[in-house]
Nanobody, 122 residues
Framework: QVLLVESGGGLVQAGGSLRLSCTAS????????MGWFRQSPGKERDFVAV????????YYTDSVKGRFTISRDNAKNTLYLQMNSLKPEDTAVYFC???????????????WGQGTQVTVSS
């Protein structure tokens, strides 16, 4: 099966930036739409952003619009999430996920990474 590995998380001050990466292996990366999700302790896993196979379409949850940018480099089998103007409420474990067609529903995704912690201090 396809393996997804996130990296780039860490501790930043409010207003700072991070770039998360998700590297895929096992199957053709371009065959998948890719999404970012996040989960805080005691809460459900929430949609953050999704990108189509050829980067022709993206969609974001309202709370990150204008601050986060999802992108992908199919030649490198890598998905990115550029996170700017970070807020304490962005603190969560961030997961990347893959499925054939775009979706905002965590239950729709076939493959998941292990997650990377993002902590935004105030």
């Amino acid at each position: 099966q396809v393996l997804l590995v996130e990296s780039g998380g860490g501790l930043v001050q409010a207003g700072g930036s991070l770039r998360l990466s998700c590297t895929a292996s096992g199957r053709t990366f371009v065959s998948y739409s890719m999404g970012w999700f996040r989960q805080s302790p005691g809460k459900e896993r929430d949609f953050v952003a999704v990108i189509s196979k050829r980067s022709d379409n993206t969609y974001y949850t309202d709370s990150v619009k204008g601050r986060f940018t999802i992108s992908r480099d199919n030649a490198k089998n890598t998905l990115y999430l550029q996170m700017n103007s970070l807020k304490p409420e962005d603190t969560a474990v961030y997961f990347c996920a893959a499925r054939q067609a775009m979706s905002i529903l965590p239950s729709a995704y076939d493959y998941w990474g292990q997650g990377t912690q993002v902590t935004v201090s105030s």
